[in-house]
Nanobody
């Protein structure tokens, strides 16, 4: 059973930075097509933040464009999310998501809290 292990969350001040990581516990058969990040704030639905495919092309939600950067290390089955210029409205539980090349079900991380507050 593959698990996605997230790290790097916590408390940051407005204007500060955090770097999130998400690593698969073992290799995923056939490789990973896309790695993505989502978040869910209290009382709101889970929303897409960023995605990077195995071609290296990233795309972002408008709310984080220019502030967040997604990257991946396919050899390590790891995704990263560099979050800069953090705002209080970035406070949420952040989830990573891996989409396998094989077309089987996606993998999800357990979620980790990011709180932006002074």
């Amino acid at each position: 059973q593959v698990q996605l292990v997230e790290s790097g969350g916590g408390l940051a001040q407005p204007g500060g930075s955090l770097r999130l990581s998400c690593a698969a516990s073992r290799s995923i058969f056939g490789g990973i097509f896309a790695m993505a990040w989502y978040r869910q704030a209290p009382g709101k639905q889970r929303e897409f933040i960023a995605k990077i495919t195995n071609s290296g092309s990233p795309n972002y939600a408008d709310s984080v464009k220019g502030r967040f950067a997604i990257s991946r290390d396919s050899a390590k089955n790891t995704a990263y999310l560099q979050m800069n210029s953090l705002k209080p409205e970035d406070t949420a539980v952040y989830y990573c998501n891996f989409v396998p090349n094989s077309g089987t079900a996606d993998y999800w991380g357990q979620g980790m809290q990011v709180t932006v507050s002074s």
